[in-house]
């Protein structure tokens, strides 16, 4: 990971995010993402309640997903995202899943391509001009 913004949070393998074998099921990383994606989104201006305000939200286009190896029943996770690169109107996100108590071990990398939307009409909106002055090297304006 890089300089650009950056979040690591923390979480436990819960009952409900496993298999019957014990193994974290594919749909519990998603949400472990969307909790680190919205953390993250904080950090680039994008507070939940002012989101709920203004009603302009970061909207998922699309993700890309390699699990490589198992989390399981009670592992502790480390959850590391950032901005990856934006335009004038998307943004990329990448987030790696490690093991707490053996972060060399990969277990999760995953990609989002969001766009900006104003809610009802649901209409794309560019994304903040200051972001090229505040993130200038994850800037691409030919991604």
Request: aromatic share 10%.
């Amino acid at each position: 990971m890089s300089s650009a913004p950056s979040i690591e949070t923390h979480e436990e393998v819960m009952f409900f995010d496993t298999d019957l074998g014990g193994v974290v099921h594919n749909i519990a990383y998603l949400r472990f993402i969307e909790t680190a994606r919205t953390r993250l989104a904080a950090q680039l201006g994008m507070e939940l309640k002012e989101m709920a305000a203004t009603q302009l939200y970061p909207v998922v286009t699309r993700t890309e997903i390699d699990y490589r190896k198992p989390a399981t029943l009670g592992d502790h996770l480390v959850f590391q995202g950032e901005l990856e690169k934006f335009n004038r109107s998307r943004f990329w996100c990448q987030f790696e899943i490690r093991l707490r108590d053996d972060i060399d071990k990969l277990l999760v990398i995953s990609r989002q391509c969001l766009a900006l939307v104003q809610m009802p009409k649901g209409r794309p909106m560019a994304l903040p001009k200051s972001w090229q002055k505040d993130f200038p090297l994850c800037y691409r304006p030919s991604s």
